[in-house]
């Protein structure tokens, strides 16, 4: 576990740890000191609150509204409340700086276990006219959260999989999310 790094070729461009807007302001990332279950996970991570997910803002660009974040772990609201954390003590402060719109990126979400969409809803009508888009997350995480009605909420898949995300800039990687989202949202 702590071999799984956040993705870092876009630290010139944004570090949240001195963004005087991020939750994560202040934050000096050293030592092994975060741990998920029984093993230690890369200091770059960010603590949400949770036992089990893990979070790490690559990028925000306030003026046009978005954050793009990685997350790491096991997603579970069955347990943890894992939702309540993330909504609480990240999407709430960002939604409060302007963000509206959100890419999760999850290739290191190892399971997930739902509970209830309530929290998932409140993100998404708060967004107003912004989405919550999710991309790199295994397919029987995307098959829960269908199970689990979040396919209302967030959305996935088609040409909004971008596995190529990494050789991209921000700004780019967002022009493609906008133009996809563009063809489905009225």
């Given at each position: 576990?702590?071999?799984?790094?956040?993705?870092?070729?876009?630290?010139?461009?944004?570090?949240?740890?001195?963004?005087?807007?991020?939750?994560?302001?202040?934050?000096?990332?050293?030592?092994?000191?975060?741990?998920?279950?029984?093993?230690?996970?890369?200091?770059?991570?960010?603590?949400?609150?949770?036992?089990?997910?893990?979070?790490?803002?690559?990028?925000?660009?306030?003026?046009?509204?978005y954050a793009i974040?990685?997350?790491?772990?096991?997603?579970?609201?069955?347990?943890?409340?894992?939702?309540?954390?993330?909504?609480?003590?990240?999407?709430?402060?960002?939604?409060?700086?302007?963000?509206?719109?959100?890419?999760?990126?999850?290739?290191?979400?190892?399971?997930?276990?739902?509970?209830?969409?309530?929290?998932?809803?409140?993100?998404?009508?708060?967004?107003?006219?912004?989405?919550?888009?999710?991309?790199?997350?295994?397919?029987?995480?995307?098959?829960?959260?269908?199970?689990?009605?979040?396919?209302?909420?967030i959305s996935w898949?088609?040409?909004?999989?971008?596995?190529?995300?990494?050789?991209?800039?921000?700004?780019?990687?967002?022009?493609?999310?906008?133009?996809?989202?563009?063809?489905?949202?009225?």
């Amino acid at each position: 576990m702590h071999n799984l790094e956040p993705f870092q070729n876009w630290e010139n461009l944004y570090d949240p740890g001195t963004d005087e807007k991020s939750p994560f302001f202040g934050t000096r990332y050293e030592g092994y000191e975060l741990s998920l279950y029984d093993h230690y996970i890369h200091p770059l991570w960010d603590y949400i609150g949770s036992e089990t997910l893990y979070v790490k803002v690559l990028y925000i660009q306030y003026e046009e509204g978005y954050a793009i974040i990685e997350m790491m772990g096991e997603w579970n609201d069955t347990l943890h409340n894992d939702i309540m954390n993330l909504k609480r003590n990240l999407i709430d402060p960002l939604i409060f700086e302007g963000i509206r719109r959100f890419v999760l990126i999850g290739e290191n979400i190892l399971n997930f276990h739902g509970l209830e969409d309530d929290y998932y809803q409140e993100w998404y009508e708060e967004a107003e006219e912004g989405w919550i888009v999710a991309m790199g997350f295994r397919e029987f995480v995307y098959r829960e959260w269908t199970r689990y009605g979040l396919d209302a909420c967030i959305s996935w898949g088609g040409r909004l999989e971008i596995t190529q995300w990494r050789t991209l800039s921000p700004a780019k990687l967002m022009e493609m999310i906008q133009y996809e989202m563009g063809h489905r949202l009225p």
